[in-house]
């Protein structure tokens, strides 16, 4: 697995970037044997060090977590935790995502190409103006089922996520509603009725 530890502000000594490594490895090891790449980057903010963990285990499927704490090391072992966590939850899916290279490529025929903007925040100082677009990127809509765009979302903690039914080839967005449940948006399921 390709590696990358980074600090923001901080200095990373060899003995964070040792544990980092050891850790990481046998948390995604667990239930891969060749994880892509990980990214690990630390910040301090108040009297909170953040750990941000961001590991790629396939092709389309990025698994992030995020945790705080007092101490840089409990900050990574708390974020580390919840990357097992969610591993042990989706082990199953994601290793037959994982070893069944026949959906993975039949997955790069139904891509949409598309593109992604992010638009300014907020206009405090004249709320009447346009926001501005910040950013522009190119990316693609995945085709998948509902149960899979879940899994997914919850891996890469992601507030939505916008794919192509496997069922109808139709648009669908999921997102995650504040009663922490998932709402999910079909608009063909309109000419189904």
């Known amino acids: ?17 040792g544990h980092v490594e050891e850790q990481l490895s046998a948390v995604t ?4 044997s060749n994880p892509i790449d990980a990214t690990v980057v630390f910040a301090h903010e108040a009297h909170l060090y953040r750990s941000d963990i961001s590991v790629r285990i396939g092709r389309g499927i990025m698994l992030q ?10 900050a990574f072992e708390a974020a580390a935790e919840k990357v097992g966590k969610r591993l042990r939850r989706y082990k199953r899916r994601l290793r037959d995502h994982h070893l069944n290279g026949a959906i ?3 997955a790069d025929a139904e891509e949409l190409p ?5 638009i300014e925040a907020d206009h405090e100082d004249d709320p009447s103006t346009e926001p501005m677009i910040v950013a522009e990127m190119e990316t693609t809509i995945e085709t998948m089922s509902v149960a899979e765009a879940v899994m997914r979302m919850d891996l890469a903690e ?3 996520l916008m794919f192509r039914s496997g069922a ?5 967005m999921i997102y995650r509603r504040p009663d922490g449940n998932v709402g999910w ?3 063909k399921a309109l000419s189904r009725t």
Do not use: C, W
Request: proline letters at 6%.
């Open 29 to 32: 090891e667990k239930y891969f």
């Open 185 to 187: 948006v079909d608009p």
């Open 104 to 106: 993975a490529a039949a």
């Open 168 to 172: 109808h080839g139709g648009l669908n």
């Open 65 to 74: 977590s995020s945790a705080e704490a007092t101490d840089i090391y409990p």
């Open 114 to 118: 598309a593109r992604q903007y992010v």
């Open 158 to 160: 992601l507030p939505a």
């Open 1 to 17: 697995m390709n590696l990358t530890v980074k600090g923001k502000h901080i200095d990373i000594g060899d003995a964070l970037r």
